[in-house]
């Protein structure tokens, strides 16, 4: 007798190059908004919405392009990552899930996985890592927001690192406003924000000679 087997079909999704598509669709709905005002300073909840979402998503991106690396090695899938030699592969694929993964930030994450393939880590005291770092703490003070009394004549640690760093929101242009939120969180900021992540990806990848899901798709 002979055995019949059903062949199993499987599919792998990569949500880096979802997260990225997302920031920039969010970019051009809160750009398209900016554009068509006129007149006085106004607060819009659709505009604020998108400027924060995608600079969550842009975040999202960054930390998903590095956990896929990470999740590819461990699963010895090589759909993206067999330009890289056995030995990297094997020290990439016992990280996940370690107790130092989950004390390490996002862009700490970067430089593990260079380190742990022998190759140059970024230099924490300049670019791309000190912008893709900035952006995170950024995300973090959405993410996990207090309020708090603001007033215009003080400015905050991460304001004073902001400032600077983009143009302000078109919408809200009174001086009597905060930087963050109102000030700061503009299309600008959210075109910054995504450009800073895809620059730390980019660059690593770079690295690594590796050519990610999110350089090779595109979306309609």
């Not at 709905?29 to 842009?58: M, P, W």
Request: one cysteine or more.
């Amino acid at each position: 007798m002979s055995e019949i087997f059903t062949p199993r079909v499987g599919t792998r999704a990569y949500f880096s190059s979802y997260q990225l598509w997302a920031s920039g669709h969010l970019i051009e709905l809160a750009t398209k908004i900016e554009s068509t005002h006129t007149g006085k300073s106004k607060f819009d909840i659709r505009q604020r919405t998108y400027v924060a979402n995608s600079i969550l998503s842009s975040v999202s991106f960054m930390e998903a392009a590095v956990n896929e690396l990470f999740q590819d090695a461990s699963d010895n899938h090589d759909s993206y990552i067999k330009s890289l030699s056995t030995d990297k592969i094997a020290s990439l694929s016992g990280f996940l899930g370690t107790t130092e993964e989950h004390k390490l930030s996002v862009v700490e994450k970067y430089n593990r996985a260079l380190k742990l393939c022998k190759i140059q880590q970024f230099d924490k005291g300049s670019n791309p890592y000190q912008k893709a770092d900035l952006v995170t703490k950024l995300r973090n003070v959405i993410v996990h927001y207090r309020p708090e009394t603001r007033y215009a004549d003080e400015t905050s640690k991460l304001e004073r690192l902001l400032n600077g760093k983009f143009d302000l929101n078109p919408l809200i242009t009174t001086e009597g406003n905060p930087l963050f939120p109102d000030r700061f969180l503009g299309s600008n900021c959210a075109i910054w924000a995504r450009d800073s992540c895809k620059l730390l990806a980019d660059e690593f990848f770079s690295k690594l000679g590796i050519k990610p899901n999110y350089q090779r798709v595109s979306f309609e």
